[in-house]
């Protein structure tokens, strides 16, 4: 019983923090929040976030990590697209997400393992469940002869997130250069990646 009590607490201290630092996100964004913010509002020492965050982006992990679950999971509960602008219609809730701070993408990969030896299991996961999910999707629109089927629908897939990544990070480098979002960067790539060959 005595465990118990000190594990209940450690939850609910995890929790507040969360839910304080969702309410910075929420409204001043994810670049601007400070540890130093998240404990005044939690009522905790800096060390105490730390003991159950490895740092600030940790946190920021675990925050974008959970939103990108929540929006896969609404994307999963849709119809296959019909076309590759159905697609990218499909796609453009998450790029919008992304595109909105550049601390959103450089945590999602950082944490992906994909740039670096640190990992958070749920962002790994959004990244595995978004392939799953690209795969089912086009191996639908392949056996209605919507796109290319000369290759296997993981293939493409994999194309997709890399081609996710790449429009990212244009968008990001070119500092919003020109009023096009994501989405509509990313329309060529796909109409080319997955155009049915001649």
């Keep these: 019983m005595k465990t118990r009590a000190p594990q209940k607490r450690r939850l609910q201290t995890r929790a507040r923090l969360l839910s304080e630092a969702e309410k910075i996100v929420t409204t001043q964004g994810y670049s601007a929040l400070r540890v130093e913010d998240v404990v005044a509002q939690a009522g905790v020492?800096?060390?105490?976030?730390?003991?159950?965050?490895k740092d600030k982006d940790g946190l920021l992990a675990v925050l974008i990590g959970a939103r990108v679950m929540e929006d896969l999971e609404k994307m999963e509960t849709l119809p296959p697209p019909t076309s590759v602008d159905d697609l990218i219609q499909k796609l453009e809730?998450?790029?919008?997400f992304v595109a909105q701070d550049r601390v959103i993408f450089d945590v999602l990969l950082r944490y992906s393992g994909s740039t670096g030896s640190e990992v958070n299991e749920v962002v790994?996961?959004?990244f595995v469940r978004q392939i799953t999910l690209f795969a089912r999707w086009l191996g639908q629109m392949q056996q209605v002869q919507k796109i290319r089927n000369d290759a296997p629908a993981?293939?493409?897939?994999?194309?997709?997130?890399?081609?996710?990544n790449h429009v990212l990070a244009l968008w990001f480098c070119a500092e919003h250069a020109n009023d096009d979002s994501p989405a509509k960067a990313l329309a060529p790539l796909l109409q080319v990646w997955l155009k049915p060959p001649a």
Excluded at 45 to 53: I, P, R
Excluded at 93 to 96: E, I, R
Excluded at 154 to 164: H, K, M, R, T, Y
């Design 93 to 96: 809730p998450c790029l919008s």
């Design 154 to 164: 993981e293939v493409l897939a994999e194309g997709i997130q890399a081609f996710l």
């Design 124 to 126: 790994t996961e959004s």
């Design 45 to 53: 020492a800096k060390g105490t976030l730390f003991s159950h965050f």
